[in-house]
Structures are given as structure tokens and as C-alpha cells.
């Protein structure tokens, strides 16, 4: 069925008249009756990459070096963790299990420096950000 016929039949209620104008002519139609329709939707998806500004980079690299600065080991880093998810929402993720083989970390991204430097650190040791590898 042509979309411009699809559109007037399931679009109109029944008693509802019209000419249709497809690719194959005019077309005179008249809806008597429907049996068995239900709501439809048409959805559309559109991957759009989103960009930060040079401004929300530099206030997040900022923000991450104030936490990096304040959280010089595990139990600073768990308490400033703790308060960035009480006061702002922000929540630490953890990926479960690393390989050093790895060339990037999921949610991450392309990462192979920072995967290296996981493993050159030492145990409790908090890596300064966008500085690793």
C-alpha cells in the first residue's frame, strides 16, 4: 500500500472522505468501515554527537583536579566521594575487574595510557587526571 493511501485509511475515522493524490494518480476514498486497529506511532532516531564546550571541559578538568588534590588516598576518595553523591549526585562507578591488556575501560573510552598507568600505581594510590600514561 502506497504511504499516501496508509496515511489517509488509518489517519481518518470511519465516514470520513477524501482525494488522495499518489504516484499513480488521484484517488477518490470513502472509510465504511475499520476491523482491528490499534494506535501506531512512528519513531524516529537520530544519533547527534554531543559536544562539550571549551568552557565545561576546563570547569571539568578543574573540578576533577580539586578531587584528585583533596583525595591523596583511599579513605580521602571515599569520603569525597561520598560527599560529591550526597551534595551534587554525582556517583562513583567502579568496571569490576581491569586486564592490562586492555586498550580501554567501558564508559571510558579509547584509554590505553590510563589502563597502563592503573598498573604502574600503586595499591590505594589516586592517579591525577588526564595526566596518566
Not at 85 to 105: F, P, R
Amino acid at each position: 500500500m502506497v504511504s499516501e493511501f496508509n496515511d489517509f485509511i488509518f489517519g481518518n475515522p470511519v465516514g470520513a472522505k477524501g482525494i488522495v493524490k499518489t504516484e499513480f494518480g488521484y484517488h477518490y476514498i470513502e472509510i465504511l468501515s475499520q476491523k482491528g486497529n490499534s494506535p501506531a506511532y512512528k519513531i524516529a532516531y537520530l544519533a547527534m554527537p554531543i559536544e562539550a564546550s571549551p568552557e565545561t571541559d576546563a570547569n571539568a578538568s578543574n573540578a576533577a583536579t580539586l578531587f584528585a588534590g583533596d583525595s591523596r588516598d583511599q579513605k580521602s576518595f571515599d569520603a569525597n566521594a561520598a560527599k560529591l553523591s550526597k551534595e551534587k549526585g554525582i556517583n562513583k562507578l567502579g568496571c569490576g575487574q581491569y586486564y592490562s591488556q586492555w586498550i580501554q575501560v567501558p564508559g571510558v573510552g579509547i584509554s590505553r595510557p590510563f589502563v597502563k598507568s592503573i598498573y604502574d600505581a600503586k595499591l590505594g594510590q589516586v592517579l591525577e587526571p588526564g595526566k596518566s600514561g
